[in-house]
């Protein structure tokens, strides 16, 4: 089968991987760059542990070809850290409000997370609920997340209103 290069910004860097054309965007990042955050979990779009930003948004990366992330701009877990390797505060809250357990879902939860957390209005737990539909936890239960979410997303609306 032919392989292709694909040119894309990964986590702030411009990157070429050389990839079968039936790679996945999971697959990719995956394997091909080593971020380990991505999680195969279903591999058929169904749980969201795969979940990465694609030019802002999330998407299953398991059902993302790779080929598709041509000049698009991708952020994983990894590029959630700032330059000296310390986690970010929504990272922060899932361990504080205990919303981790196996770690499965983790990074998937936090990336779907994030156009939640960076709007300018807040959102209702039950908007956040829908908006983290398509991530699924076998273990943590959804209260913790929920609140570890709601409590980042708060932080940043008063940080940006300066209180
Ligand atoms: S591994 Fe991609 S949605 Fe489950
Ligand atoms: S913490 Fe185990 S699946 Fe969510």
Redesign the pocket.
């Known amino acids: 089968m032919a392989n292709r290069e694909v040119t894309c910004t990964v986590n702030g860097k411009q990157r070429t991987f050389l990839i079968d054309v039936r790679s996945s965007l999971?697959d990719m990042l995956r394997g091909n760059a080593g971020l380990d955050s991505i999680?195969?979990?279903?591999?058929?779009?169904?749980?969201?542990?795969?979940t990465v930003l694609i030019d802002g948004r999330p998407f299953?990366?398991?059902?993302y070809l790779a080929i598709w992330a041509e000049g698009k701009t991708i952020l994983t877990l990894e590029g959630l850290s700032d330059v000296k390797g310390a986690i970010s505060d929504i990272q922060q809250a899932f361990i504080d409000e205990g919303a981790v357990q196996c770690g499965i879902c983790t990074p998937g939860f936090i990336m779907a997370s994030i156009p939640i957390i960076e709007a300018e209005k807040p959102a209702s737990r039950e908007e956040i609920r829908r908006q983290i539909a398509g991530n699924l936890c076998r273990c943590t239960g959804y209260e913790n997340i929920v609140t570890a979410i709601e409590k980042t997303q708060k932080k940043r609306i008063a940080e940006k209103q300066g209180r």
Do not use: F, L, T
């Open positions: 999971s999680k195969h979990g279903c591999d058929v779009g169904e749980c969201g542990a795969c299953n990366s398991c059902i």
